[in-house]
């Protein structure tokens, strides 16, 4: 048992049953994994950063050899894109290039729509088994019909077919430490974003470094401090969730709700939209039994914007409550079913780091739902609906 999960099963709440519980009883109970590997995190976090440093000149020469204009594109597939998703506004605001995010699926689909003949993107693709069919068959179809785009993996699987069926591409292959066991991704997800997020900062490595143990510290801190609250949040009485986010926290709100579906088997409807969208039309998921989630930022222009709506559910009723989810949530935002959630930050941190605690958010809500609904977190598809690793299926020639 790690120490902070040590230190969790003093305290004396629901949540620390779970963890006080025997190994044997928490596998048979079924979330053995999920449970580890949410809460070593933090300690994985420090090892990734640290771990960073010997790929610094690689990196910058794979980065520098690219067509700037053309920028990059950031892909996977399910959780996977979700990492590029909640990266490319912060890599393009960092890098001064054009940085994208797209689905596997897409670039298998669609090739020409997404890189041009005349383009030459730097392609990452993200992949925690690299077995996904779709993410192989991308990186093979781009190898294929965009010879002159590079190639970056970042992978958790050393075995996996990223990492093996191409040797002569630029990879980043993490500790079989932050390989999850348990079918939904956790600890693999945020430890790919932390190595995506390396490219950021590949001229002021000690930077990084330091902000990555500065994200560790404030992880700690919402795990051990806020982990009963988002327990007694995620048992509540409602059927739908609602995750709202503005730039990269869009990207964690996605993964959020992705995470609230997989966990619950479906039987807790998720949707993700930004503060400006969901007006249009996506507003109607909203019933009386709908917990809305909401990640507020700390800039202060996205946080008035962000605010406007909030004040808008408020004052037509909307949802069964309110989770308000950031830095410094104003008192006069809150009404008698709303919850603040508020990070216990280190002054360094900004939005483009708080996406990576949003998305811990989201697992604790889903962990803890899961449990709720007499699920296993480490195979929540009873029915095996979806299973750790898609299953393979047919690749059709271009």
């Not at 590029?84 to 290039?97: R, V």
């Not at 809150?334 to 603040?340: E, G, V």
């Amino acid at each position: 048992m790690s120490d902070l999960l040590r230190e969790l099963s003093t305290q004396g709440s629901s949540f620390a049953a779970l963890v006080k519980a025997s190994e044997s009883e928490q596998r048979k109970l079924g979330y053995f994994h999920t449970l580890h590997e949410i809460f070593e995190q933090p300690e994985c976090w420090v090892q990734t950063a640290h771990a960073m440093a010997a790929h610094a000149t690689q990196l910058s020469d794979w980065l520098d050899a690219g067509d700037k204009s053309s920028g990059l594109l950031l892909t996977g597939s399910g959780s996977s894109y979700y990492i590029g998703a909640s990266l490319a506004p912060t890599l393009q605001a960092s890098l001064d290039i054009p940085v994208r995010a797209v689905p596997s699926g897409w670039l298998l689909l669609n090739l020409d729509e997404l890189i041009t003949r005349h383009a030459v993107p730097g392609v990452v693709s993200f992949g925690r088994s690299g077995n996904s069919p779709e993410s192989t068959a991308a990186v093979d179809l781009v190898l294929q019909e965009r010879p002159e785009c590079r190639h970056l993996i970042v992978t958790c699987n050393s075995e996996g077919k990223l990492a093996t069926q191409y040797p002569d591409q630029t990879q980043i292959v993490l500790d079989e430490r932050v390989h999850d066991k348990s079918l939904v991704m956790t600890n693999s997800f945020t430890n790919m974003w932390l190595a995506g997020r390396f490219l950021g900062y590949l001229r002021n490595t000690d930077l990084y470094d330091s902000l990555m143990n500065d994200i560790a510290t404030t992880g700690r801190r919402l795990l051990t401090n806020g982990s009963e609250r988002l327990f007694t949040i995620a048992t509540g009485s409602y059927k739908s969730v609602l995750f709202l986010g503005s730039g990269a926290r869009f990207g964690a709100a996605q993964e959020a709700s992705l995470k609230m579906l997989e966990m619950s088997s479906g039987r807790i409807a998720t949707r993700a939209d930004t503060y400006l969208g969901v007006r249009h039309g996506p507003l109607s998921f909203v019933q009386p039994d709908t917990l809305i989630v909401c990640f507020i930022s700390s800039d202060e222009r996205l946080r008035a914007y962000e605010l406007d709506l909030v004040g808008e559910l408020i004052a037509k009723g909307l949802g069964s409550s309110l989770v308000l989810v950031g830095v410094k949530i104003p008192r006069e935002m809150l009404r008698d079913d709303a919850i603040s959630f508020s990070y216990e930050l280190v002054e360094t941190l900004t939005d483009n780091e708080l996406s990576i605690l949003d998305v811990v958010v989201g697992q604790l809500l889903g962990f803890f739902r899961c449990l709720h609904e007499g699920l296993k977190p480490d195979k929540p598809s009873p029915d095996n609906v979806i299973t750790r690793v898609v299953r393979p299926f047919v690749i059709h020639a271009k």
